[in-house]
């Protein structure tokens, strides 16, 4: 009686110490490193305006609060097409008392 031998296919990525296995461990290692870089807070650039639900976020104030500053002349708005943006610098001079809308333009 003459025994079958079963060829078994490599495993995903290669045996250890082969090419496959060397290009397969790598190509893990760079997305693990590029979902880190994603994840993590410092790799976002910081914004230099947002929108009215942040400001009143930032402010600690209600949405109808940031349009009264913004009629009192309090806060400096800035329209890019029909989307209308606060500047941070302009949040940050109401929450710290500093200048005024004429001096952040």
Known sequence: MQRSHRIRPPPKGGHPGSTDHFHETFKKTIMK???KQQASPSAQPT???VDVKTASHL???SQRS???LVEQNKIH???IGRRVVF???SINAVLYGTGDKETDQ
């Open 59 to 61: 402010l600690g104030v």
């Open 33 to 35: 490193q590029k979902i």
């Open 87 to 89: 500047p941070l610098t």
């Open 77 to 79: 708005v800035c329209r």
């Open 47 to 49: 914004p230099l305006a």
């Open 66 to 68: 940031v349009w009264k």
